[in-house]
């Protein structure tokens, strides 16, 4: 068989790896966790999807499955391409769901769910694209239970938007691969190699390729398609997450905080894919993982000298959010999410020296918020990209996301075909958007906390003003959004944990700043998760 010349340079690049790092991190008395990292969390949604795996330089990939009631072992050196082919099926299944709510993170998710145990209501986060809080489906399995409690619902929750989601289908995609010109379909595929290393070709763009360490599995999900995870080492894990997160050319320190950061985070989050067996992502939705492509010798040393490092408050693994530019100031947790509070997320101005008095001058009110964000000096982040930012969006643009945005959460003001006028009601301490009202002629809603993020393509945060605009014409032609940050800003800046870091900070004295009460503890089973 011909090897294709994209082919021939990932086998250099991983006997490189190999060579030069391991395909391990480094050794240590500490004990490692296994993890399940879904890596392609829906395979199969179009006909035409691909998934091609290839092992090492020398190596081959040991595929186990079950061909029938009888478990089957396969042994390849050569490339496995995993295609969807859709199956017919003798009787069209119906495919049912009550839907409690679509939100925008699994923070919200989380909380919504805790509600609706509150309420005697059994449930369980799904993510078929958005999050949602979905009845527990082994609960209420039937068509009249669904029926009952849809109707339950609507009569004692206020403005609730559930609903029962239905899907029928004729076909139903099934995995199919050929080996040795046999081709198999099973449910089920368990992929290893002798070195722990198989790169991962999702489309046809060789330079998007991913080289992934451990075991992957394909599996089943939730929503009629399949999941590729990857079963890897914490240790190892990290290695292809810190270079993008922060980089390979962030200082030491700031590295080394990230790492802790990450760790702590992956710990504390094992919940979240509890429906579709296993246990993260690896976007944004969690923590970017892109395999081991990009290693280097910075990370890597960050990661094992921090080895078993973990970031707590009072003996508990601390919720380690963080994202990538503040804006100038930390948010609280509240002021993106509901639920309970965390005492070390809270409002941090994000300088190494005093320039805003915080007690003294809330960024509640919308005179400070407004003296604040027109200022550009000694921030931790000044000169940065996203600092400061200014988006100008039309009427026409703003109905059509909101819109989109108001069809996904059931809502009937879905209908509306003008805004009038959009207003910020209210603003945190931290000066974030807790609830926005926008004027139509049907009627006025509300936005609230992360939902104004989701409603729009214009804002990067919620750390923004609005200005109306009208380009010269009679009437407003649209909206400015002028703002800072990028992201929910909660917790630690990557931007300005590198300038912190650049002024000579450590790794602790960062993360105590935008952690307060915090502390570095190794990893040990008295700490809570």
Not at 44 to 69: A, H, I, Y
Not at 298 to 322: H, P
Not at 401 to 406: A, E, I, N, S
Request: charged residues 25%; proline residues 4%.
């Amino acid at each position: 068989m011909k090897i294709s010349l994209w082919y021939f340079s990932f086998t250099l690049l991983t006997t490189f790896l190999l060579g030069l790092t391991g395909a391990s991190a480094p050794e240590s008395k500490t004990k490692d966790v296994e993890l399940k990292i879904g890596i392609v969390q829906r395979f199969g949604e179009k006909p035409t999807e691909q998934l091609q795996l290839e092992p090492s330089l020398g190596d081959r990939l040991k595929l186990k499955f079950k061909n029938g009631n009888r478990e089957q072992t396969l042994v390849t050196s050569k490339p496995l391409k995993l295609e969807t082919v859709m199956q017919p099926v003798s009787q069209r299944i119906v495919d049912e769901r009550v839907v409690l709510g679509t939100y925008r993170t699994f923070e919200t998710a989380e909380d919504s769910a805790r509600s609706w145990r509150a309420k005697g209501i059994e449930v369980e986060i799904a993510q078929p694209d958005r999050w949602q809080v979905w009845a527990k489906r082994d609960v209420y399995s039937t068509a009249l239970l669904r029926r009952l409690l849809i109707k339950s619902v609507q009569a004692s929750v206020k403005r609730n938007t559930a609903y029962i989601d239905t899907k029928v289908y004729s076909q139903v995609p099934r995995i199919s691969w050929v080996v040795d010109n046999k081709r198999y379909s099973p449910n089920n595929l368990e992929i290893s190699s002798g070195k722990n290393l198989i790169r991962v070709l999702k489309g046809k763009k060789p330079e998007n390729a991913r080289l992934f360490p451990g075991r992957l599995e394909l599996q089943p999900n939730s929503y009629g398609t399949y999941s590729l995870v990857n079963e890897v080492p914490l240790e190892t894990y990290l290695r292809g997450v810190v270079p993008y997160e922060i980089g390979i050319n962030a200082p030491k320190a700031s590295l080394e905080a990230q790492a802790i950061l990450a760790r702590t985070y992956v710990l504390r989050n094992l919940r979240r894919f509890k429906i579709d067996g296993y246990q993260l992502c690896a976007d944004t939705h969690c923590q970017v993982y892109f395999g081991l492509n990009d290693v280097a010798p910075s990370t890597d040393k960050a990661i094992a000298g921090t080895r078993g490092m973990v970031l707590t408050y009072k003996n508990e693994l601390v919720d380690a959010l963080y994202s990538s530019t503040t804006g100038g100031i930390t948010a609280s947790f509240s002021d993106v999410w509901n639920g309970e509070e965390r005492p070390y997320l809270q409002p941090v101005v994000d300088a190494a020296s005093n320039i805003w008095n915080l007690p003294a001058q809330s960024l509640a009110s919308e005179e400070n918020f407004l003296q604040f964000i027109s200022l550009q000096k000694d921030f931790n982040e000044t000169k940065q990209d996203l600092f400061r930012w200014r988006k100008e969006t039309s009427l026409e643009d703003i109905t059509k996301g909101l819109q989109k945005f108001l069809r996904v959460k059931n809502s009937p003001y879905a209908k509306f075909q003008t805004v009038e006028e959009m207003t910020v009601v209210e603003r945190s301490h931290s000066g974030r958007i807790l609830k926005l009202d926008v004027k139509t002629e049907i009627g006025t809603f509300s936005l609230y906390k992360d939902e104004v993020r989701s409603a729009f393509a214009a804002p990067r945060s919620t750390l923004f003003y609005l200005q109306a605009l009208n380009k010269g014409k009679p009437g407003i032609w649209g909206y400015a959004f002028v703002g800072g940050g990028l992201g929910h800003g909660v917790g630690l800046s990557q931007t300005g944990a590198q300038n912190l870091a650049k002024l000579g900070w450590s790794n602790q004295k960062i993360l105590q700043f935008y952690y307060p009460g915090t502390q570095i503890q190794m990893l040990t089973s008295a700490i809570k998760q």
